[in-house]
Structure formats: structure tokens, C-alpha cells
């Protein structure tokens, strides 16, 4: 990357050592390579992205501070896609293109019904969720055009008014009362070890369960202190 643009996705997921080493790099100007023993200098610019908070994680200590204000240079903050559903609909279009281009797919355009209904939808998993919305209505629906039916099918809305669900069973164990980010690590402790269970304990099926891979989950386990071995030693995980 040297002369240019260095790009490091969720860079809350490098381990302390990591940090260290690139706040190093950041603060020299210079690296050493492996197995090198003089500096080599860098001339490059560093983007950094994260979906987590990094000034929580700072003062929870799990992010090292000099690194966090060494990135922080410019910060830019990418709105969720609930706070902008006006382009909605422009997304949903691009990506029906795209994965029509990609994948071979008959290409369908999304009825205005259908673009109102997903302009209001609050979009938990934001754009990974969209995405996932198209492919699946271009693989699984026919026609020319994408219903507001097809639609309220794939967001399971019929399934839900057919065996409604308690309110409290969706927030059991889940302190409404915390902050956002205390909130859904409680939902993702929750969740991991119910799938863990599922998976009787194996940390490899619990990765293709939640479509996580390995490595991330082993931090994301270790973030949550779950333990994949249930505290049994010598068990294959």
C-alpha cells in the first residue's frame, strides 16, 4: 500500500498486539518486515471502518487509545439504513441489477407497493439485510415485477400475524433499560449460546449456523466470555 490507500474493515477486530504494531507503524512512519531487522519507511493513507463504538470500547479497554485517536483523524459517520429510507428504493433497484448480472438472474423491478412497504421496514440488518432481500426474492420469485405479497412473504410478516409472538419472549433475558450497545451484547450472548447449544457445542457448525467465520467468532465468543468447551477440557471444538 505504500504510496497509497491502506483500507482496514472492522478494525475493532484486531487484537491487542495488532493494534500496537499499527499504532507503531502510524507513529514512525516505518515498518519492519518479518524476518527484517532495518525500518522501511511508509508513505500511505489508512481508512479505517468499524460497526462498533470505538470510544466505548476505549474506555472499556478493549481498544487501545493512542490507536483509536491516531485514526480518528477525520471521522465519518455512515448513517444505518433505517435513518435514511429515502434511498431505499435506488438500492433495491441497483442491487437487483447487480445480482441479475452476477448470477444470471431473470432481472425483476420491485412494484412502488413494494418499495413503500421496505422504505418502512426498520431494516435490523441493514444493508447485509437488503441484499440478502433481493437475491433471495430473484432466485425464489417469477415475473417481471416484485409484489408487495412476495415482499410481506419474505420479511415472514404472514407468519407472524398466523402464530403471533409474546412481546416478552422476544426480549427475554433482555435489560431494556441498558444503552444500545449493552443491549445487543446481551441479545448476541443470548443468541450465540442458544446456537451453540444447537450445535452441540462445536464451534464449526456454530460458525455455518450463523454464517460467521471461524476466526471472527472465536474473538466474538471471547468478547462475550462464552466459553465453546462449556468448561470441558480436551473436547474438540
Not at 42 to 60: E, K, N, T, Y
Not at 75 to 92: F, G, K, T, Y
Not at 97 to 120: E, V
Request: glycine residues 8%.
Amino acid at each position: 500500500a505504500n504510496g497509497g490507500t491502506l483500507f482496514l474493515d472492522e478494525v475493532a477486530d484486531l487484537d491487542g498486539e495488532s493494534q500496537l504494531r499499527l499504532s507503531s507503524v502510524l507513529e514512525r512512519r516505518a515498518l519492519i518486515r518479518c524476518g527484517g531487522h532495518e525500518a522501511v519507511p511508509v508513505d500511505l493513507r489508512v481508512i479505517a471502518a468499524s460497526a462498533h463504538d470505538l470510544a466505548a470500547l476505549v474506555a472499556a479497554g478493549r481498544f487501545r487509545d493512542e490507536l483509536y485517536y491516531q485514526l480518528k483523524v477525520v471521522p465519518l459517520v455512515v448513517p444505518s439504513l433505517r435513518e435514511r429510507a429515502d434511498d431505499v428504493p435506488e438500492l433495491l433497484h441497483y442491487h437487483a441489477d447487480w445480482f441479475a448480472n452476477r448470477d444470471q438472474l431473470p432481472y425483476r423491478k420491485f412494484a412502488l407497493a413494494a418499495q413503500n412497504r421496505l422504505r418502512n421496514h426498520g431494516w435490523p440488518g441493514n444493508l447485509r439485510e437488503l441484499r440478502n432481500l433481493v437475491q433471495r426474492l430473484l432466485v425464489l420469485g417469477g415475473g417481471s415485477d416484485i409484489s408487495l405479497d412476495e415482499v410481506e412473504a419474505a420479511l415472514g410478516t404472514e407468519v407472524a400475524a398466523a402464530s403471533p409472538v409474546e412481546p416478552t419472549a422476544v426480549g427475554s433475558g433482555i435489560d431494556f433499560a441498558l444503552p444500545l450497545r449493552e443491549a445487543r451484547e446481551q441479545f448476541e450472548r443470548a443468541y450465540l449460546l442458544h446456537q451453540l447449544a444447537q450445535a452441540g457445542g462445536s464451534v464449526g457448525k456454530l460458525a455455518k449456523a450463523v454464517g460467521m467465520e471461524r476466526t471472527h467468532l472465536y474473538r466474538k465468543l471471547k468478547d462475550l466470555d462464552i466459553d465453546p468447551r462449556g468448561g470441558k477440557s480436551g473436547e474438540d471444538a
